[in-house]
T-cell receptor, first 113, second 115 residues
Framework: DAKTTQPTSMDCAEGRAANLPCNHSTISGNEYVYWYRQIHSQGPQYIIHGLKNNETNEMASLIITEDRKSSTLILPHATLRDTAVYYCIVRVGGGTSYGKLTFGQGTILTVHP | DTAVSQTPKYLVTQMGNDKSIKCEQNLGHDTMYWYKQDSKKFLKIMFSYNNKELIINETVPNRFSPKSPDKAHLNLHINSLELGDSAVYFC??????????????FGQGTRLTVV
């Protein structure tokens, strides 16, 4: 699976949009971009995923650049409860990566009042 | 209803003991996993089971033995516990083998402390 690079930490004011970047310059054509987050003392939680088109769900939006070498997770109106570690994961289904999510260090997002 | 539940939530035990962590999912998923999160907060997969069959074993010591009595349960048994086994263990499940367009659901974790 392709390696990802994320900033170690970011801050965001409550009510503002949080934009979390992720670089995945070695991504392959059949690899998807997934985002999970881990709130303190809880298990990781799925947020969103995409291949090449921008995606939006009730939690967030995912913007993938045209060359697919980077992406941005957008939390449109961050709340204090969004404070968590956010993981960007690039993976392909099947093959040797069968059923495996490879977590990096992630970005610690702190939302402050 | 809790989707993926693990018991116990906390486990403190002495070196050399044998302990088990239980995991159950009520989502009807056919694939279950065990992940380990160490003191540096890195999350790494240990095992993956699909329909009670072992799919992934990420070079985990033989002291760790997963057991899947049915699709809804994947228990983790650890023999001869060592200090380095102290970590948070997460159980997870998914529909299918985590091919694209599926997501994994994680339990709340079991914090294991070996003293």
């Amino acid at each position: 699976d392709a390696k990802t690079t994320q900033p170690t930490s970011m801050d965001c004011a409550e009510g503002r949009a949080a934009n979390l970047p992720c670089n995945h310059s070695t991504i392959s054509g059949n690899e998807y971009v997934y985002w999970y987050r881990q709130i303190h003392s809880q298990g990781p939680q799925y947020i969103i995923h995409g291949l090449k088109n921008n995606e939006t769900n009730e939690m967030a939006s995912l913007i993938i650049t045209e060359d697919r070498k980077s992406s941005t997770l957008i939390l449109p109106h961050a709340t204090l409860r969004d404070t968590a570690v956010y993981y960007c994961i690039v993976r392909v289904g099947g093959g040797t990566s069968y059923g495996k999510l490879t977590f990096g260090q992630g970005t610690i997002l702190t939302v402050h009042p | 209803d809790t989707a993926v539940s693990q018991t116990p939530k906390y486990l403190v035990t002495q070196m050399g003991n044998d302990k088990s962590i239980k995991c159950e999912q009520n989502l009807g998923h056919d694939t279950m996993y065990w992940y380990k999160q160490d003191s540096k907060k890195f999350l790494k997969i240990m095992f993956s089971y699909n329909n009670k069959e072992l799919i992934i074993n990420e070079t985990v010591p033989n002291r760790f033995s997963p057991k899947s009595p049915d699709k809804a349960h994947l228990n983790l048994h650890i023999n001869s516990l060592e200090l380095g086994d102290s970590a948070v263990y997460f159980c997870a499940s998914s529909l299918g083998d985590l091919l694209v367009n599926t997501e994994a659901f994680f339990g709340q974790g079991t914090r294991l402390t070996v003293v």
